[in-house]
């Protein structure tokens, strides 16, 4: 027999969790094996459940739980989310049909990553500011290695001069991002 409920807790039994949920009332509680997907496992927070009955009446088995759906998702799409303890979302992962794959959280960390990621727009104007600077230094001493001759001016006057170039703060440490590492 097909049954809801309202999830109260859960604990880890013989390597599977086990859902306990209230059914009737107050003092109908019961107890079931968390059934998911293969390569899933969850604990729900303020959730419905679905339970099944087996036919052996001992294994009862809760086979998903009821949750306000994602209006963003377009047909074919998926949305893998946690939660905190008070049931709000905190972090999702949305399976796009145009193959995007999109992550909504505070950090996201590649295990076994080892080098940090950068934020291209920031390294690019670094890299700019830097470049810049680099060639106006250039051009400022062509103009001036081009004016020079060697044992002094053909003319009466200065010797031509080297202008002063600027230095760069040019600082890709801005471009670091520490909470994705790749490999």
Do not use: H, W
Request: aromatic letters at 8%; charged letters at 25%; a neutral charge.
């Amino acid at each position: 027999m097909n049954q809801v409920g309202t999830y109260i807790s859960s604990v880890i039994e013989k390597g599977f969790r086990r859902l306990k949920f209230r059914r009737f009332g107050r003092d109908d509680i019961m107890t079931a094996y968390l059934g998911t997907a293969f390569g899933e496992d969850y604990v729900p927070v303020n959730a419905k459940i679905v339970q099944i009955a087996t036919t052996n009446s001992s294994d009862n088995i809760v086979i998903c739980t009821v949750r306000k759906a994602d209006d963003t998702l377009n047909k074919g799409e998926k949305v893998l989310y946690s939660t905190d303890e008070n049931g709000n979302i905190k972090t999702r992962i949305y399976l796009r049909n145009n193959g995007d794959i999109e992550v909504k959280g505070n950090n996201l960390v590649i295990q076994d990553g080892s080098d940090f990621a950068v934020r291209y727009s920031a390294l690019e104007s670094e890299f700019n500011e830097l470049k810049g600077k680099f060639n106006d230094l250039v051009t400022k001493y062509n103009t001036f290695a081009a004016a020079y001759v060697p044992g002094g001016p053909a003319t009466q006057g200065l010797p031509p001069t080297m202008q002063q170039g600027i230095a760069s703060e040019a600082n890709i440490t801005l471009t670091k991002i520490e909470t994705i590492k790749v490999p």
